[in-house]
């Protein structure tokens, strides 16, 4: 497993077969199949990203690894 910090609370974590972006404690991002050059399978969680922070930081983890997304930009506020 590899972790990387890339800001205060942001992490990128490599699990081999698994990318993950997490902001202090909440999973916000999770990339599969994206070995071998395969067209990676990207999950969002639900409500996420909550600020425009963590928004710069999920775009941050996007050109980190190289997936190929359109960059985040709106917030949707959760009710």
Known sequence: MNIQK???????????????FMSYETLVCEVTNFEDGNEPIVKITEGQ????TTAK???AFFELHGIHVPKIK???KVK
Do not use: E, F, M, V
């Open 49 to 52: 990203p909550q600020s425009k």
């Open 57 to 59: 930081y999920l775009n």
């Open 74 to 76: 709106k917030i949707k």
């Open 6 to 20: 890339l800001g205060t609370n942001q992490l990128s974590i490599n699990t081999g077969d698994r990318l993950c």
